[in-house]
């Protein structure tokens, strides 16, 4: 049994990953890529790794022309046109998948705030699933809308969960000091990315003022039953791929090694893609699977937490498929292992 | 008027930097480099890049034979061998700039704890100056022992200085998440900094246990009059140098940014190798310099400082020759600009 | 249906990326992991991105052992040790894919040449399949010991096959300017391969004398059915992995550049891994994939071919299985597509 | 004594050498840097890394205003602008560095036909100078306009000069097969030049038709006194800076390795910045020199020769200050060793 899927903006990094694996993928059937770009290129044109695996011509994108032929519709698109995109074709049948920021905060005022735009779908935000398999496969599993979660705050949010879910942590100003590779920034030109500048660089962002904090906080929140607040700050590293979160929060009281590791490796009993591993990750372990790799520390004044997965996958096009996996009923690993 | 100098323990990264250093030194004369290679190997044989421009002849170590032609010694040598280099030549009248570890921590107890070995020159340990120009530079103009710092504890001390100094923030258990360039990490080969095994990947390591926390607290104690206590995490970056520090400390009392800045600003006020900079500093902005760049940010819970400098210059090299000429009477720029 | 394999020499680069493959072989079940560790790690603790996927115990060598386990064994060892560890494998029945040099030269007068000794195992050589699939398809099917290509000599043969098959060139002194990635020099860590040595740096070794150059002319030799030789120039490039060859061959006459790309997409139609590229191909565009990209430009004094692959897969791991693939009658592209 | 000089086009990474160089020049003062933003940066505000080293304010370029101020303008600035920028400069007096290629060529018409623009300022061609200092040293001492050369060229050249000077080599067709770090791709973001498209990642570019070539072709014909040819490919390397020209040439006559070496080192005896070294250099030999480093080998069918220096130094801005020592009467390795 195949399912027919769209892609929708073709041209970013995500979407290359999004084709690769759905290429792959046993029971996915990629009927549609769309793109703006008018010359209509071949998907092997805008990314030639994939020349001769994704045979497909890009088309604009017509929501009646994706509905017709697709049963789902992963759109890699920028926040606002995700929406706009979303609307239509979720009016119409498809079930979506959107890899932007649009449906992940439950409160469009939130989002306002945040995006410096009002939310323009609030209809299908309230019935968005937040799409992050490990803290909410039932709901997936029935999910006609899944925000796919971030990056950022995947790290964030595997390293943390066990912490607040068993109340072992102060839920005020946990810091997540996080280093992501380059592709995380996105495929467009810019003066801070071109390689002189970034290549034998590292550099701090967007401190205390990046998009991602909420996103972090909502999950968390939910977990912990109680508001947690994150101080956040991105770091551009000088690599292609890969997110490691160091993350330091307040013990409530002393925890043991031996058994804080315990407490990770029960929570994350079954889920197969988040590891807990004794010695400290690297982005490499994780690069190009759709792995989380998680170790733990008990130092003198914090919980120091290492958290990483790959930015392309497990914060972004494999959760997706693993996304995929579970909302039309296929093993949560299909096309993601190896 | 001209200085003669001996290098000893040639081969590693910081020895090439001060042989750099020294050859355009209107006031340096390179009598002496010291290893044990035993094939004597020409300076520029072990650093391909010093080829004509240091055409010395590496030589055994022998305090006697540096002692009768060098007035000062650079030791670049493992903790240990450091002590052992440096009692004899001192004894002989030879003034020593020690990049090791052996003479920064003032009590023996903590070096001991620390390093797993008693120290073995507790006479020398007592007159040591710690050789952070812009701390003490009357001490360091009359020294003859200097202890050279760490290069993470620099750009910690110089990121935290103005803050512990006014009495700003919460003493106890600053975080000081730091990402170094693999020359930190020695010349010696090794399975972790084999080139396929740390290019394209960050990772964290020594968390809560690393060398040189107790020496960054030691100097932020002397300058607070109180205790201070850091949880430190070095990371290892893919790339060649650079040091950039983030740190996270709690405001006793709300500053506003533009005050905060300008405590910093009158900090350094007169140091002309620390720029308090507003825009978020790279490494790549202070590679290849004595500079240390500093911003700082006020955030809901914590001030955060991001703190940057090359590990081999300002970091190493760079601050010994800063050291050789406050002892000698030099401008303290000479040689260290351009 | 089910082939059982095992994997001799578990801990380097090659090796970890045909566990990674044969994991996800639908028709492949790995039975051996052998290596000469004495601890017996796991998989995942010589290459920790495949902790989970691969949970086999790494076991010593014992010829016996293996084959009353395996049809199949795949031998990443160092030449010499490989020889030593088909020869009994063959003998109890296993088929052998060998990833070394020590069945690639069918000359054993060749073989001592290059190598430096005489070989071991000139009986099973006798009958060795050079395991390069675009070319010997057929007897790679029924042979029982394959000699995988070497990674350099890959990228020329498919480079220059469709010349030389079509006799469009003058075969000697053939230029062959290659550039690889560090993970083709292995995993030992050495001084020349230490990340701040060969990171932001380029540099040529073993000009004139490597040797693939007898590997890349035997194959070359056999299509021309004239001798062949090449120069040859490898070039140890800042980067993972890739190799890219920019070669030089003297034209016998005219040939207009539209009519030599067709004399490529001709020679390679129905080869599923070489890609016929218009623009200049990266090693980006086939670094991950089993993909050899080839480009081709006519220029005033020499046909110009860029020829592209991935070291460790279209070079080393990815053949291999291709190679296992067409020995075991599974559809050539299995597991190495995506 | 001190010599004003001024910097037109300030914000490239050719400028930014130069600034620095410039900076710790004892007699140069720089009185002005010329730019076309409208906001009129600091040298700092463009390269940060400058911040206090240069405390000068753009100014848009007007050659009146330079001319009053300044005996020497060093011209940083796209082909075509920087001829535009010459003419009135030298027609007041200004002795002008152009880093370009508008007055590298002789022959207008070959400009015309590479650069796809006819000649602007044909009667100071007329009398421009060649800048290799190595072989044009008298020339450049009297000259009022300085050809500065092309990065590529000049490693082509050094490595190619003692063959085609002594008659030993064919001179048609000689191969150079080079390797460039991004830098000098320039500092404009470019899709090619993302950091995420071109780390790990080497491909050729402009196979054949680089405007590199004539420039090449130009001074070779003229030591040798024939015309030479060659086949020039350039290639985008992962790495700052750097570039590295493995060159074949056809020896007319066997020359043995020892005599070849001999042949070098006569020839570069007394050029400084001239290494020929006997191990293969990399471009890390050179990075952040002046140096051209070159080791040649004798293989069955060519003479082999590499060589490398750094794009940025060497093959801009350290050879534009080297020129403007002999043109001024400095000793000509002020500023630029070390």
């Known amino acids: 049994m195949s399912v027919k899927v769209a892609v929708v903006g073709a041209s970013g990094y995500a979407a290359r990953e999004l084709f690769r694996l759905l290429a792959r ?21 805008l990314h030639p790794t994939l020349r001769t695996i994704v045979p497909l011509q890009c088309e604009p994108f017509d929501a ?39 449906y992940r905060l439950r409160d469009p005022n ?7 735009a009002s939310h ?31 990056c950022y705050p995947s790290s964030a949010q595997f390293g943390l969960a066990p912490l607040v879910a068993a109340g072992l942590i102060e839920l005020d100003g946990i810091i997540v ?21 970034c290549n034998e660089a590292i550099s701090a962002y967007s401190i205390g003022t990046h998009r991602h904090t909420p996103e972090i906080e909502q999950l968390l929140t939910d977990l912990a039953g109680s508001p947690v ?34 407490t990770y490796r029960d ?18 372990d994780v690069s190009g699977t759709n792995f989380c790799d998680i170790a733990v520390r008990v130092t003198p004044h914090y919980i120091v937490v290492v958290s ?21 009923g296929f093993p949560e690993t299909t096309a993601l292992v190896g």
């Open 25 to 45: 993928h046993p029971h996915a059937e990629l009927v549609a890529a769309c793109s703006r770009e008018s010359e209509r290129p071949l998907v092997g044109d």
């Open 177 to 197: 000091d996080s280093k992501s590779g380059v592709s995380g920034a996105g495929r467009s030109p810019k003066p801070n990315l071109h390689y002189p500048e």
């Open 120 to 150: 323009q779908d609030v209809d299908n935000l309230k019935h968005a699933v937040y799409g992050q398999p490990e803290f909410f496969a039932e709901e997936i599993a029935t999910a006609i809308l899944i925000a796919n979660p971030g």
């Open 267 to 284: 929570y994350y009993a079954n889920k197969p893609f988040v590891r807990v591993v004794d010695e400290l990750p690297s982005t490499k």
């Open 64 to 102: 009646d022309s994706v509905a017709k032929r697709a049963a789902c519709a992963f759109l890699a698109l920028p926040h606002g046109a995700a929406a706009a995109a979303a609307a239509p074709l979720l009016a119409k049948g498809v079930r979506v998948i959107d890899l932007s920021a649009d």
């Open 308 to 328: 990483c997965l790959d930015n392309l996958l497990k914060g972004a096009a494999g959760v997706a498929v693993q996304n995929f996996n579970l909302m039309f």
């Open 110 to 116: 939130v989002y306002a705030q945040w995006y410096g």
């Open 229 to 262: 607040t994150v101080a956040f700050t991105p770091h551009l590293t000088p690599m292609d791929r890969g997110i490691l979160s160091t993350i330091y929060a307040r013990p409530k009281r002393p925890t043991p090694q031996k058994a804080l590791v315990e």
